[in-house]
């Protein structure tokens, strides 16, 4: 199997910023070797998480600058851009509110993560106000919130209106545990997810992002994990998502 123009959303190779690389060496690594899988594309998405990861949208696109710079003209690296996951909290709003996220290239959208334990409440009205303002919402990794392994009832809902939920493909090979392999398994059966992204955080995940990507295409088949790792990641970055 030979998959070719994949569009990542969603990794950590800026280095120690997170809990994603820790050295250019090793976002370089990282980098290269998702290139190898096919990766065209790299979206670098560090967590802006007040009192966990208290980056900001100025100090991350400097420590980004300083990576590109690195590894300009090494061989075997794939383009690159910068977005930040978001933790779903009220700092988070308060940095939509004064312009101060970090959304996608392009500006249509911007990558969220709930709290592990629990949806929050009102999120339909929150990722509406987001809506307003021109932010398709994407939800990182929704197979990993233990809420949905009781049902996929709340995923289904926030599809329904217009949120993007984005498959961790190591949720396929048991990264993270049989219960949100399970529901990955779930949400793909139903077709909820509209693409999918590796999460990688350190050069040697690119080993079971690569499994991951085979056990994708024996799920869903090669043309619909194209549309999943590659077409619809595009979309998302030029605003182009058919509601």
């Known amino acids: 199997m030979r998959l070719t123009g994949l569009c990542d959303l969603h990794c950590h190779y800026v280095p120690a910023v997170d809990d994603g690389v820790r050295t250019t ?3 370089q690594l990282l980098c290269q070797n998702l290139a190898r899988l096919g990766y065209r594309t790299l979206i670098a998405t560090p967590h802006i998480r007040r009192g966990m990861f208290d980056n900001d949208r100025a100090g991350l696109r400097r420590v980004y600058a300083d990576f590109v710079a690195a590894v300009s003209g090494e061989s075997g690296m794939p383009e690159t851009g910068l977005a930040a996951e978001h933790f779903y909290d009220e700092f988070f709003f308060e940095l ?3 312009g101060n996220a970090l959304p996608y290239p392009g500006g249509h959208a911007a990558l969220v993560e709930f709290p592990p334990e629990r949806i929050p409440v009102k999120v339909e009205e929150r990722f509406f106000r987001m809506n307003v303002r021109g932010l398709r919402p994407v939800l990182a990794h929704p197979e990993r919130y233990a809420q949905v392994w009781q049902s996929i009832e709340p995923m289904e809902q926030l599809a329904d ?3 993007l939920l984005l498959l961790d493909l190591m949720s396929l090979t048991g990264k993270y545990g049989r219960r949100p392999q399970r529901a990955a398994e779930e949400l793909l059966d139903a077709d909820l997810y509209y693409a999918a992204c590796s999460d990688s ?4 995940d690119a080993e079971q992002v690569e499994r991951s990507l085979e056990r994708l295409v024996e799920l869903i088949g090669q043309d619909e994990a194209l549309v999943l790792l590659a077409e619809h990641p595009r979309n998302i970055l030029a605003g182009t998502v058919q509601d």
């Open 201 to 204: 955080h350190r050069p040697d």
């Open 161 to 163: 209106r217009g949120v």
């Open 25 to 27: 060496e090793d976002g």
């Open 96 to 98: 939509l509110e004064s």
